[in-house]
């Protein structure tokens, strides 16, 4: 039991590093104004429903790596 849970939350880890690497930055700054950071709206809403969604995840597998720690701890 102890094992399949450590399993678990080892996968949990790595999911959110991942998905924390997918989402995109806050700001662009300064290098995506010389970059020439120009998007159509379109492009933006896509974006941000994509980043709306990464950030959704992360939240739930954040929650889950939580719970399965204190199940560790408990355990």
Excluded: E, H, P, Y
Aim: proline residues 0%; charged residues 15%; contains cysteine.
């Amino acid at each position: 039991m102890q094992l399949a849970i450590t399993i678990l939350q080892l996968i949990c880890g790595i999911a959110i590093i991942l998905i924390v690497l997918l989402q995109s930055g806050k700001k662009a700054g300064l290098s995506g104004a010389i970059a020439g950071g120009v998007d159509t709206f379109l492009s933006k809403n896509k974006a941000k429903t994509l980043d709306a969604r990464l950030a959704r995840i992360t939240k739930w597998v954040a929650l889950v790596f939580v719970v399965l720690t204190l199940l560790l701890c408990i355990i």
